[in-house]
Each structure stands twice: as C-alpha cells, then as structure tokens.
C-alpha cells in the first residue's frame, strides 16, 4: 500500500481542527489541493476517514480508530528526520576506530579532546589491537577506520601516512650500552634480547629490514607485547628494540634509549580505510581533523 506522508498530514491537520479551510490554512495548501489529498488516502487505505457536513467535519469510526496511528507515524518520521539532521550536523553520532595501542596512547587523546570541544555529544568507541586485527577490522567494516603499521602494501585498503618513526634500543640506565652514542643491531646478538612474537606487526617488520642487512640478533626472551617488553627491560633481565611511540616519553629513571644502526630500521604508522566506504559525518570530520594533525610532512 503506497500512502504519501503529505496525504497523512493533510488527513491529521483536518481531523484535528475539524475544518477544511482552517487545516489547508495550516499546512499551507489550497481547500481544492487538501480535499483531493484526502480523497486520495481514503481511496488507497478503501475506507471513508471523515464525515463531511455543510458546518463541520467529523471522523468516521475508522477515522477515529485511524488518527493516533496517523500521528504515530509523522511523529516517528519527524523523530527520525531530526536525529539524521543532528547526526548529519555533527551534533550527535558515533565514531568506531581500531587503533594499535601505543598509537591509540600517542594519536589520540589531544585529537578526542580538541574533538570533543567543538562537538560534546560525539561518541567514540576504540578497538585497541594488534595491526592485524586493526586491518581486519577495517576490511570487515566493523570499525570507520583504523590507526596501523599495516596496509600501505594492501590494494583493497587506502594508507595516509601519519608519522614514521625509528626502532630504538631500551635498555636500563646501568646497562653497559646506555652510555652508547649507538648501537648496531649485530652488537645485540651479546646481549639478552627481548622480542615480541612473529604475529606482531612490529617483528614483521624488523625481520624484514634485518633479513635485507643480513643480521639476526637471537631472543632470549619472545613475548606478546611492547609493554612486556618494557617491563623486562626495566627489571633488568634484557634489551628490546622498541618503537619510539612505545618508549616513555620523557627522561625515565631507569630505562635509556640508544639509537639503532646498521640498519636504520623504521615503521610508518598510518591510518587505513576502505577506498569508497561511506562514513558518518562525525567520523569524517575526525578523520580530517586527525590527518591535520598529524599528517607525514603535514
């Protein structure tokens, strides 16, 4: 059955002022224009909705059965209309981000909070995983899009770049390297490294690097994550080469940092989304204001 909304209202108008001239008045329609959009609704739906004198208008009893469902509708449409509108004007809506951990620390708190400033009602919900799962989550459009080291190579997704950054030895302050101008990664291969396991995006990406220079420093330990790794590092039980996102980000009373050499192995952390997915205009407007920001060479 194909009822126009014009039609309802025209419909509701009448039977509450019960007056054609007074209802075409309201709603800004000639009485010619709303007679015939009655007319019309009481043909579609088969049933007489008004009862028409020469001094009033009346609703039939399927009229008066009919009205508050007309109602509900226009008022559903006209909820929904306004919550598109805010959503549409950034005033309401939900941000979905998957984001790797020491990016989600390093990214995101002064972007949501220059965000949040200009538009309070914005929700955000952030997936903090490995890369992996980050590029996962892009693909199967779980999230608007992810924060990563992974995907500049992959065709189904678009990568912008956000800031490239050097592995750099951790190490404790008494450690015999930490007074170190640099080490090479062969000079690890002395000392007790501490890595993360294959699955990380991070290992991927040294072993690639040190495989072209011909160098493997051997784990002595192999853990899941960066933090672990820290923590080792701290209790004095190895070195770890970490990004530079991951190490604090000040002078730290125990842990040094040397720089890395022979080679110079570094990650591009970016932001990756599905070429051509549609994304809400809150999620747009923070994806801008993040590639502002940060942006390689921005």
């Known amino acids: 059955m194909n009822i126009d909304l014009e039609d309802l209202r025209a419909f509701v108008a009448t039977a509450e002022m019960q007056s054609f001239r007074a209802a075409a008045d309201s709603i800004h329609l000639s009485q010619p224009a709303l007679t015939r959009r009655i007319q019309k609704l009481e043909a579609t739906l088969g ?26 509708l226009l008022d559903d449409l006209e909820t929904s209309l306004m919550s ?34 200009e538009f309070p009602a914005i929700r955000f919900r952030i997936l903090d995983a ?72 991070n290992r991927l990406i040294m072993d690639l690097a040190l495989a072209k220079a011909n160098v493997r420093p051997r784990p002595f330990f192999e853990v899941q994550h960066l933090s672990t790794s820290l923590g080792l590092v701290e209790a004095g039980l190895g070195v770890a080469a970490l990004p530079r996102m991951a190490l604090p980000a000040g002078p730290h009373h125990t842990i040094a940092t040397v720089p890395l050499i022979l080679p110079n192995v570094t990650r591009t952390v ?13 999620a747009e407007q923070f994806y801008e204001m993040l590639l502002s920001r940060w942006r390689v060479g921005g």
């Not at 970016?270 to 051509?276: A, I």
Request: aromatic share 6%; net charge neutral.
């Open 47 to 72: 049933v007489p909705l008004l009862e028409r004198t020469t001094r009033r208008v009346s609703l039939t009893a399927v009229g008066r059965d009919f009205l508050p469902r007309a109602r509900g």
């Open 84 to 117: 598109v509108r805010e959503i549409a004007e950034r005033r309401s809506g939900l941000v979905s981000i998957a984001c790797i951990p020491t990016a989600a620390y390093y990214f995101l708190p002064d972007v949501i909070s220059a965000f949040t400033a």
């Open 130 to 201: 490995g890369a992996n799962e980050v590029l996962q989550s892009v693909l199967n459009r779980e999230v608007d899009f992810g924060i990563t080291l992974l995907g500049a190579d992959d065709t189904d997704v678009a990568f912008d770049p956000l800031i490239e950054e050097p592995f750099l030895l951790a190490c404790r302050r008494d450690h015999p390297l930490a007074g170190r101008s640099s080490v090479s990664w062969e000079e690890l291969a002395d000392h007790r490294f501490v890595t993360v396991g294959r699955s990380s995006g």
């Open 270 to 282: 970016g932001v990756v989304r599905v070429p051509g997915s549609r994304r809400s205009p809150a």
